[in-house]
């Protein structure tokens, strides 16, 4: 049986995802460039003025036989692989972290500790974690 996953990834990430996925078993089915324009008119007072917006991204879908050899090892390896991945840290914000030390000076330093603390400890499951699955994941291939 062959099961099929779509994604939507930004488009200088296109090759990365394609090699990424590939390394679970995944082989590219198609890849689509998307680019969505909306546009609108908005009023504000007696002015009417025109909004635009829009989104430019890459839809990727992939293949796999569910009766390939290794296949159940490779997708608990993938799984374990985007778990730590999708548990990413967000990014310190300068600002915050300035505006806490400005009027707040222990809640900006616990806040940059936090953060500083969250982004060690999601490297450190990267690499005992992710970075292993994905190697092994290669290796059954």
């Known amino acids: 049986m062959i099961e099929s996953k779509s994604i939507k990834v930004g488009v200088s990430q296109e090759q990365h995802y394609i090699d990424l996925m590939q390394k679970f078993g995944w082989s590219l089915q198609s890849s689509q460039e998307i ?13 009417i003025y025109s909004v ?10 992939f293949r796999r036989d569910t009766e390939m050899k290794n296949y159940v090892k490779l997708k608990q390896l993938e799984n374990q692989y985007f778990n730590v991945l999708d548990r990413q840290p967000s990014s310190m914000n ?4 300035l ?11 616990l806040y940059i500790v936090l953060k500083v603390t969250q982004k060690k400890k999601w490297e450190q ?3 005992n ?9 290669e290796s059954l291939l």
């Open 99 to 109: 505006l806490g030390l400005l009027f707040f000076v222990l809640p900006g330093v």
């Open 52 to 61: 635009s917006t829009g989104e430019n991204y890459i839809k990727l879908v």
């Open 125 to 127: 499951e990267m690499e």
């Open 94 to 97: 300068i600002k915050t972290a």
């Open 129 to 137: 974690t992710a970075y292993p699955a994905l190697k092994e994941a």
């Open 35 to 47: 680019n969505v324009k909306e546009s609108h008119l908005e009023r504000s007072g007696d002015t």
